[in-house]
């Protein structure tokens, strides 16, 4: 593993966890060269994916893009970290165990988009305006009526209250 302060090949392990959720592995390192400190993560990738977008270019599946994504969305909204975690490593997950290695952009949005739908409202809008590319203020209003529209189908009705 390369220091992130000298750049040296020459670092060591000195402690191994798992992370809190269990997907991966937390090591701390130390540069023999220089004494930097360092954190790694390993995960377990059960296969090469490739990212085919919509213009037909490949590109090599990356998980933290993925996570900075989530987490744009998800900027100054009261969501844990942990919860975060879980929805990238879901999604992540259900592309890796799909069988297939490569994956349309437009198959990891909507994914992204289930899953911000379900964990919090004002993040999914806000992923929705970028990812299907709103032009206008009617957009919104669509998005934000199909939003309500799935709440109020959660709700149960007040005639079932009243009776």
Do not use: W
């Amino acid at each position: 593993m390369r220091c992130p302060y000298c750049g040296s090949l020459d670092t060591q392990v000195k402690d191994s966890r798992p992370s809190d959720d269990h997907s991966s592995i937390r090591r701390r390192r130390v540069c023999n060269d220089c004494g930097g400190r360092f954190t790694t993560f390993e995960r377990v990738q059960l296969r090469e994916l490739t990212v085919v977008k919509r213009s037909g270019k490949r590109s090599p599946f990356d998980r933290d893009k993925l996570q900075r994504s989530v987490e744009i969305a998800l900027r100054k909204r009261p969501v844990e970290p942990e919860r975060i975690e879980r929805l990238v490593s879901g999604i992540v997950r259900q592309l890796e165990s799909s069988g297939d290695t490569e994956i349309p952009s437009s198959a990891i949005g909507a994914l992204i988009m289930a899953g911000l739908k379900n964990l919090d409202g004002v993040a999914y809008v806000r992923f929705a305006s970028v990812y299907k590319d709103f032009r206008e203020a009617k957009d919104f209003e669509d998005i934000l009526g199909e939003l309500a529209g799935d709440e109020a189908d959660a709700m149960p009705s007040n005639r079932a209250l009243d009776e």
